[in-house]
């Protein structure tokens, strides 16, 4: 059975940081892709950075490129660092990992099934 306990979300003021941690349990992370995604109240959830496990490439949102960065270790746990936060940033955070079929990339929420989410973990960015 799929597990995943999401930490490191809060409060935090305009230009600060956080770091996001998802640790997995129940499978082996390295062989997913992996993906952050956040939803912002009266929004869709929305892709914000992942890692293809084939190619090792990442991908991100172009609202985040250059402040967030997603890695992940070898004891099953994927991280987002997210730098120069914006007050456009405050959502839930959703950790993700699956296999994307065919023609789906790994930024897309239809291309993770049902069980492959984390609870969601809240980030505010506030003065």
């Known amino acids: 059975q799929l597990h995943f306990v999401e930490s490191g979300g809060g409060l935090v003021q305009p230009g600060g940081s956080l770091r996001l941690s998802c640790a997995a349990s129940?499978?082996?992370?390295?062989?997913?892709?992996i993906a952050w995604f956040r939803q912002a109240p009266g929004k869709e959830r929305e892709g914000v950075a992942c890692?293809?496990?084939?190619?090792?490439?990442t991908h991100y949102a172009d609202s985040v490129k250059g402040r967030f960065t997603i890695s992940r270790d070898n004891a099953n746990t994927m991280y987002l660092q997210m730098n120069s936060l914006k007050s456009e940033d405050t959502a839930v955070y959703y950790c993700?990992?699956?296999?994307?079929?065919?023609?789906?990339?790994?930024?897309?929420?239809?291309?993770?099934?049902?069980?492959?989410w984390g609870k969601g973990i809240q980030v505010t960015v506030s003065s």
């Open positions: 129940g499978f082996t992370l390295n062989y997913f892709d």
């Open positions: 993700a990992t699956d296999n994307p079929p065919y023609g789906m990339t790994c930024l897309q929420p239809d291309a993770y099934g049902m069980e492959s």
């Open positions: 890692i293809n496990q084939d190619s090792g490439a």
